[in-house]
């Protein structure tokens, strides 16, 4: 029987099994398996829950009773036996005591453990939890704010707990969290789990797409792998215990996700569910959503764990402050979010200044100077008469001055009054303090005007730094996708030239043992001289006229040439040199060149049958050593290669992770002057309605002092002096 680890083992599928646990009696061997009764569908046969690696049966053990959950694995999963063994050692060692919940569940891996057809393999026995899914729980209870807020608080919790232990789920999502009758957590599914003890392996799996940080990867398994699942999921659960309309306004029946989905963090700008969270009026809601979407945009091993999102739950409350002149305070001058409290300095309120109305009504109490004033105006008269009467030359100047003198009296006596002079004060400030006030409506106007163009250059902000972000990850990216194209570029390379070497080696041999047998050839010729050993028909004379031309052995010519004579209408013969060029040899015709090409191949033929056929030890090793050594080196370049692109790539990161602090202290400090600026908007919208209060005391305050002058005037006056009111 195969292994059941083998990667290339061919696992069967979810109807396969179904098939088998037809037959639990014969399928199993552990005891509280075998004979065990699964669950059934409507068609009679074993339900079975399929996932991506595996299909999970519910059955029912004969000997104790119990319901089990029993996973069979449709998938290979590398290292599955270990990983398994690590994860039950660790949560084996969880005290109860000291977890928020009992929220792990009991399992057992069992390799071997089911037969299908001739094959044996692996499953995963889990206890049975008697809860629902998180969303089914939703479904039921989502208009019960306060059953809300308690389960978003204890999977606040569970996520404690699992940090605590360093322990990271790997598939943190609505299927995988299960809501006991308690209304408790349960946590299924451990294939992605990461512990402790699988530090610097690779992960099995990229958990759900809707829950998953678009920058996940396959290389990313450590124990921050469920913090961006885990604020997704936060942040649904407090989005629904504040309004839970929205359930069913984002929510679509028997959708794979709770409020988000994967497109919402991938495109935030376009996203209408995360757009409906980032402008809800309960704040709470719309940071966590604003919280959310900047951590899409970091790597996993950044981000912040959830535990830190418990001070940003204090609600804040805004205070809305009316305007004597019918303008209001701009939304959130007043109130700061629970978490920033403490961080803005709170500003002084202006005081009001109250100006007291003293302005006399009228003239009381006369003075021995009004007395002198009454007594003046009949004497004036008489002597005014007595002027007439004497027949003054110019009765009208003569009769006139008395009366000019009691009148300039008058007026003398009436500006020494008290309460003119009073009025006259009162007047004065009252128009200094007014001139000093700015108009209330062209204030309310530029105060209207200047919080608006804020508020403008927040919302472009606002919208700048995730942008700034994607860029910074987007760039990051590049250069990772840019730094692995140069290596596998150069590593295909060098594996080419590598591949290449067997192939040179063997050429470099055939080559040498070639070279080595053309020049024994070459001396077994060299050593046949012609004049010795001549072919039949060539005499001594023919042999003479061959050693002038050359030709000496049978090494020093290749073969002939045929050639037509055009002068005697015959066919002659030349023969070819081993330089390649062909000598005319007088008597040697075409008959005797033939006679020289036969006796000379038999010649060769004699050689080559007892020429070496190999290359000794000497000959071969400097040959292989030569290829040995370019062996090491493209090898030592191709490992080079490796290391320089490991060095863009913490090059990029550090880049990136450069550029997201910059970002977020840029962000930061732009979120301390928008604050202080709303602040200065709060201080200046509290001033206005001050100065707008202020401005119509004052203005009605000098419209009573005018009223109350006219009491003071002339004939006012001539009437006090006369009749004392």
């Given at each position: 029987m195969?292994?059941?680890t083998?990667p290339?083992?061919?696992?069967?599928?979810?109807?396969?099994?179904?098939?088998?646990?037809?037959?639990?009696?014969?399928?199993?061997?552990?005891?509280e398996?075998?004979?065990a009764?699964p669950?059934?569908?409507?068609?009679?046969?074993?339900?079975?829950?399929?996932g991506?690696?595996?299909?999970?049966f519910?059955?029912?053990?004969?000997?104790?009773?119990r319901?089990?959950?029993v996973k069979?694995?449709?998938?290979?999963?590398p290292d599955?036996?270990?990983?398994?063994?690590?994860i039950s050692?660790?949560?084996a060692?969880?005290d109860?005591a000291?977890?928020?919940q009992?929220?792990?569940?009991g399992?057992?891996?069992l390799?071997?453990a089911?037969?299908v057809?001739?094959?044996?393999?692996?499953?995963l026995?889990?206890?049975?939890a008697?809860?629902?899914?998180l969303s089914?729980?939703?479904?039921?209870?989502h208009?019960?704010s306060?059953?809300?807020?308690?389960l978003?608080?204890?999977?606040?919790?569970?996520t404690?707990?699992?940090?605590?232990?360093?322990i990271a789920?790997?598939d943190?999502?609505?299927?995988?969290?299960?809501?006991?009758s308690?209304?408790?957590?349960?946590?299924?599914d451990?294939?992605?789990?990461?512990?402790?003890?699988?530090?610097?392996?690779?992960?099995?799996?990229r958990?759900?797409?809707?829950?998953?940080?678009p920058?996940?990867?396959n290389?990313?398994?450590?124990?921050t792998?469920?913090r961006?699942?885990a604020?997704?999921i936060?942040l649904s659960?407090k989005?629904?215990?504040?309004?839970?309309?929205?359930?069913?306004?984002?929510h679509?029946p028997?959708?794979?996700?709770?409020l988000?989905k994967?497109?919402?963090?991938?495109?935030?700008?376009?996203?209408?569910?995360?757009?409906?969270?980032?402008?809800?009026?309960?704040?709470t809601v719309?940071?966590l959503?604003?919280?959310v979407?900047?951590?899409?945009f970091?790597?996993?091993d950044?981000?912040?764990?959830?535990?830190?999102?418990?001070?940003?739950?204090?609600?804040?409350?805004?205070?809305?402050?009316?305007?004597?002149?019918?303008?209001?305070?701009?939304?959130?001058?007043g109130?700061?979010?629970g978490?920033?409290?403490?961080?803005?300095p709170?500003?002084?309120?202006?005081?009001?200044?109250?100006?007291?109305v003293t302005s006399?009504?009228?003239?009381?109490?006369?003075?021995?100077l009004?007395?002198?004033?009454?007594?003046?105006?009949?004497?004036m008269?008489?002597?005014a008469?007595?002027?007439?009467?004497?027949g003054?030359?110019?009765?009208l100047?003569?009769?006139?001055?008395?009366?000019?003198?009691?009148?300039?009296?008058?007026?003398?006596a009436r500006g020494?009054?008290?309460e003119?002079?009073?009025?006259?004060?009162?007047?004065s400030k009252?128009t200094h303090?007014l001139?000093?006030?700015?108009?209330?409506i062209?204030a309310?106007?530029?105060?209207?005007?200047d919080?608006?163009?804020?508020?403008a250059?927040?919302?472009?902000?606002a919208?700048?730094?995730?942008?700034?972000q994607?860029?910074l990850?987007?760039n990051?990216h590049?250069?990772?996708?840019?730094?692995?194209?140069?290596?596998?570029r150069?590593?295909?390379?060098?594996?080419?030239k590598?591949?290449?070497?067997?192939?040179?080696?063997?050429?470099?041999?055939?080559k040498?043992?070639?070279?080595k047998?053309?020049?024994?050839?070459?001396?077994r010729l060299?050593?046949?001289l012609?004049?010795?050993?001549?072919?039949?028909?060539?005499g001594?004379?023919?042999?003479a006229?061959?050693a002038?031309?050359g030709?000496?052995?049978?090494?020093d010519f290749?073969?002939?040439?045929?050639?037509q004579?055009a002068q005697?209408n015959?066919t002659?013969?030349?023969?070819?040199l081993?330089?390649g060029?062909?000598?005319?040899?007088?008597?040697?015709?075409?008959?005797k060149?033939?006679?020289?090409?036969?006796?000379?191949?038999?010649l060769?033929?004699s050689a080559?049958?007892?020429q070496?056929?190999?290359?000794n030890?000497?000959?071969?090793?400097?040959?292989?050593?030569?290829?040995?050594?370019?062996?090491?080196?493209?090898?030592?370049?191709?490992?080079?290669?490796?290391a320089?692109?490991?060095?863009?790539?913490?090059?990029?990161?550090?880049?990136?992770?450069?550029?997201?602090?910059?970002?977020?202290?840029?962000?930061?400090?732009?979120?301390d002057?928008?604050r202080?600026?709303?602040?200065?908007?709060?201080?200046?919208?509290?001033?206005?309605?001050?100065?707008?209060?202020?401005?119509?005391?004052?203005?009605?305050s000098?419209?009573?002092?005018?009223?109350r002058r006219?009491?003071?005037?002339?004939?006012?006056?001539?009437?006090?002096?006369?009749?004392?009111?």
């Open positions: 195969g292994s059941a083998s290339h083992r061919q696992f069967p599928g979810g109807a396969e099994y179904a098939e088998a646990l037809q037959h639990t009696q014969s399928c199993f061997q552990h005891p398996l075998r004979g009764q669950e059934l569908s409507k068609l009679g046969l074993p339900r079975a829950i399929s991506a690696f595996a299909s999970v519910s059955l029912t053990s004969p000997t104790s009773g319901r089990y959950a069979c694995f449709t998938r290979h999963v599955q036996e270990h990983r398994y063994q690590a050692s660790q949560l060692r969880l109860p000291e977890l928020s009992p929220w792990n569940l399992f057992e891996y390799p071997d089911i037969s057809g001739r094959e044996r393999y692996p499953v026995k889990m206890e049975w008697e809860a629902v899914t089914s729980w939703l479904d039921d209870n208009a019960h306060s059953a809300v807020t308690r978003a608080d204890r999977f606040e919790a569970l404690r707990d699992l940090a605590a232990h360093e789920h790997g943190l999502q609505h299927g995988n969290l299960l809501v006991a308690d209304d408790t957590l349960r946590l299924v451990y294939d992605g789990m990461y512990v402790p003890a699988l530090a610097g392996m690779g992960g099995t799996e958990g759900h797409r809707n829950y998953q940080s920058l996940r990867g290389d990313d398994f450590g124990e792998l469920d961006f699942s604020w997704v936060f659960l989005a629904i215990a504040s309004d839970h309309a929205l359930w069913k306004r984002l679509e028997s959708g794979d996700f709770l988000l994967d497109e919402d963090f991938k495109s935030a700008g376009g996203s209408i569910r995360l757009q409906t969270l980032l402008t809800h009026p309960d704040r719309s940071g959503a604003d919280h979407r900047s951590l899409a970091q790597p996993l950044v981000l912040p764990p959830l535990a830190q999102a418990v001070p940003r739950q204090r609600t804040a409350t805004t205070t809305t402050a009316a305007s004597a002149s019918g303008a209001s305070a701009a939304p959130g001058a109130g700061l979010p978490w920033m409290t403490g961080h803005i709170t500003q002084p309120t202006p005081k009001q200044t109250v100006v007291p006399p009504a009228g003239f009381h109490s006369r003075t021995s009004d007395v002198v004033t009454a007594v003046l105006w009949p004497f008269l008489i002597a008469i007595v002027l007439v009467v004497a003054f030359a110019a009765p100047i003569g009769a006139g001055a008395p009366f000019l003198t009691a009148l300039f009296f008058t007026s003398f020494r009054r008290t003119r002079t009073q009025s006259l004060a009162v007047l009252l303090d001139a000093q006030l700015d108009n209330p062209k309310a106007e530029k105060l209207d005007k919080r608006a163009k804020f508020e250059e927040e919302v472009k902000r919208a700048a730094f995730p942008r700034a994607q860029e990850t987007a990051y590049a250069e990772l996708k840019e730094a692995e194209q140069r290596r596998v150069k590593q295909r390379d060098m594996d080419k590598i591949d290449g070497l067997s192939e040179e080696l063997r050429k470099a041999l055939a040498a043992l070639s070279d047998q053309s020049a024994y050839v070459r001396d060299s050593r046949q012609i004049a010795q050993s001549p072919p039949h028909g060539i001594p004379k023919l042999a006229r061959l002038a031309s030709i000496r052995t049978a090494a290749t073969g002939y040439r045929s050639v004579n005697y015959s002659g013969a030349m023969l070819v081993r330089s060029h062909a000598v005319d040899v007088h008597g040697i015709g075409e008959a060149a033939v006679a020289l090409d036969v006796w000379r191949r038999g060769v033929a080559e049958a007892q070496p056929k190999a290359l030890a000497s000959e071969r090793q400097p040959i292989e050593q030569g290829i040995s050594r370019r062996r090491t080196q493209f090898t030592a370049q191709r490992k080079a290669v490796k320089e692109t490991d060095a863009l790539r913490v090059l990029a990161l550090k880049k990136m992770e450069d550029g997201q602090k910059r970002l977020a202290r840029e962000n930061t400090d732009a979120g002057q928008a202080q600026r709303r602040q200065e908007f709060s201080t200046r919208t509290v001033a206005l309605q001050q100065n707008s209060a202020l401005h119509g005391t004052l203005s009605a000098l419209k009573t002092a005018r009223l006219r009491g003071l005037s002339y004939a006012r006056y001539t009437r006090f002096i006369y009749l004392g009111r």
